[in-house]
């Protein structure tokens, strides 16, 4: 629990996850427990093959621990079902991945629309006006009737991260958000996720080896091999 009664966000209680290939398990995150309040900055740090995909998989609800306790937003994602699960991201979660997960097909604006049309009952003039508020704030707004293929891959990570936002969802895990970003365009969707975090209460939780973002997270959690081995407190901004 929170100070003042409040549930945490997310709350692990001793949970490791097990993959199996063939005969041989591999342990990729080993009796974790830690919990995560609202309007945080979070990042998880360690080096590659550590656990941090893992990790925000299973926050995002994309994966199930093989043993301990899991429950984000209060909800023990172990009792979801498939079905379950999908509207459960839907409701509640951004996603901005590596490698941008746009759909090729639609336009730079029909994709940051895309969540709004599948999960929220809001009016098309709405929509419109949420979606060039998000593409000017990320500095988009001249390439919003452009196709992914036609935009640089800086551009599609701009355009992935106010996608991840268009819900005003409670949390939004990003893996290497920065990653094709230089540093002032790195900066400005950096401050439009402070701002959501303020104004929204947005948890975002980063799994990242940019200074960048490690110098801006309230909480680093250290990962290797699967433990988590150090848990850092920084100064608010």
């Known amino acids: 629990m929170e100070k003042g009664g409040f549930m945490s966000l997310i709350s692990c209680k001793e949970i490791s996850k097990i993959y199996k290939m063939g005969e041989v398990k591999i342990k990729a995150l080993n009796n974790i427990s830690l919990e995560i309040s609202k309007s945080q900055f979070i990042s998880f740090i360690g080096p590659s093959g550590s656990g941090k995909t893992t990790m925000l998989n299973l926050f995002g609800v994309l994966d199930k621990p093989t043993s301990g306790i899991l429950k984000v937003i209060d909800t ?34 029909e994709n940051i629309e895309y969540p709004l049309i599948m ?52 949390i939004v895990l990003a893996d290497e958000p920065t990653a094709n970003l230089d540093h002032k365009s790195a900066f400005k969707v950096m401050s439009l996720m402070r701002k959501s975090s303020h104004e929204i ?18 909480i680093i959690y250290t990962i290797e091999d699967g433990v988590l081995v150090n848990r850092e407190k920084r100064s608010k901004k």
Request: no cysteine; net charge positive; aromatic share 8%.
């Open 76 to 109: 023990d994602i172990s009792k979801l079902n498939y079905v379950e699960r999908a509207k459960f991201r839907g409701e509640h979660l951004g996603f901005i991945f590596q490698n941008f997960n746009l759909i090729p097909v639609l336009t730079v604006f």
């Open 119 to 170: 999960v929220k009952s809001i009016l098309p003039k709405e929509r419109k006006e949420k979606v060039l508020s998000l593409l000017d704030e990320v500095g988009m707004l001249d390439q919003k009737d452009k196709l992914i293929n036609q935009i640089s891959g800086g551009q599609k990570q701009r355009a992935a991260i106010a996608r991840a936002l268009t819900t005003n969802p409670k």
């Open 201 to 218: 209460g947005t948890t975002f939780i980063f799994s990242t080896h940019d200074p960048k973002i490690v110098q801006e997270v309230d």
